[in-house]
């Protein structure tokens, strides 16, 4: 089982900056994929940011340009720098890990999820 623990959200004006933390631990053969996804009240949870371990990175076309993900394989710590932030961009945060558990010829991944932060952009 993976564990994952966000930190870093919580009340910022429009046009100001977050930082997103997310760090994995407990029993991990080899994460492959970090991402953060959010959910506002009364929409479908959407997928924010993404990255391999490898570091090639996906954004939302919303969030092009003004978010930032990073990984750091050490720590097994996926960040998410949030910049010019907009009211729109209020919901929960969630954390989410593909774990990959190689038998043999076979890969067998398992996702895990964080508990969420949640961030509200507000004047």
């Known amino acids: 089982q993976v564990q994952l623990v966000e930190s870093g959200g919580g009340l910022v004006q429009p046009g100001g900056s977050l930082r997103l933390s997310c760090a994995a631990s407990g029993s991990i053969f080899s994460i492959d994929v970090m991402a953060w996804y959010r959910q506002a009240p009364g929409k479908q949870r959407e997928l924010v940011a993404g990255?391999?371990?490898?570091?090639?990175?996906n954004y939302a076309d919303s969030v092009k340009g003004r978010f930032t993900i990073s990984l750091d394989n050490l720590k097994k710590t996926v960040y998410l720098q949030m910049n010019s932030l907009k009211a729109e961009d209020t919901a929960v945060y969630y954390c989410?890990?593909?774990?990959?558990?190689?038998?043999?010829?076979?890969?067998?991944?398992?996702?895990?999820w964080g508990q969420g932060t949640q961030v509200t952009v507000s004047s």
């Open positions: 989410k890990a593909r774990d990959v558990e190689i038998i043999g010829l076979d890969n067998r991944r398992y996702e895990f």
């Open positions: 990255i391999s371990s490898n570091g090639v990175t």
